[in-house]
């Protein structure tokens, strides 16, 4: 069932909401999950074989090798779980390119926010605290 246009533009205005408040959490959402397929043969390659060396370091009291598997079956899980960072590209904060990617926040922006009594926070997390606020001080309506 298609989406009425009204329907059509609240998300659109979502969208563009969640985008100027969390640029990076839009850009990460946006991405698709391609390409790990050999990222996790390498990290499930790394776990096997470090099992094999703790099982046969145990068998033949090499407590050496045992380590050596333990500490390659730790990194073949920490290898498929960390992904790899991307560079953050220069830019203004909550832009879109041309091809629907959100550019991430830079640290410029975070700092000019804490230097305006911000604290760092974003302008979503603002707004609700200052909401807060306001139905605190009005007696809770």
Do not use: C
């Not at 959402?29 to 470090?50: E, I, W």
């Not at 790899?84 to 410029?108: A, F, L, W």
């Not at 760092?120 to 139905?135: D, M, T």
């Amino acid at each position: 069932m298609p989406l009425s246009e009204y329907e059509q533009r609240v998300l659109e205005q979502m969208e563009r909401a969640l985008t100027s408040d969390d640029p990076r959490l839009a850009n990460t959402l946006q991405s698709t999950g391609r390409g790990n397929a050999l990222r996790y043969v390498l990290s499930g390659a790394g776990v096997v074989v470090g099992l094999l060396l703790l099982v046969v370091g145990a068998a033949t009291s090499r407590t050496w090798l045992g380590a050596i598997g333990f500490v390659l079956m730790f990194a073949g899980v920490v290898f498929a779980f960390l992904g790899p960072r991307k560079k953050q590209q220069e830019g203004p904060v909550g832009v879109v390119g041309e091809d629907g990617t959100v550019q991430p926040s830079h640290g410029g922006a975070r700092k000019a926010r804490k230097r305006q009594g911000g604290g760092g926070r974003s302008g979503f997390l603002a707004r609700l605290e200052e909401r807060w606020e306001n139905r605190r001080n009005q007696g809770g309506r």
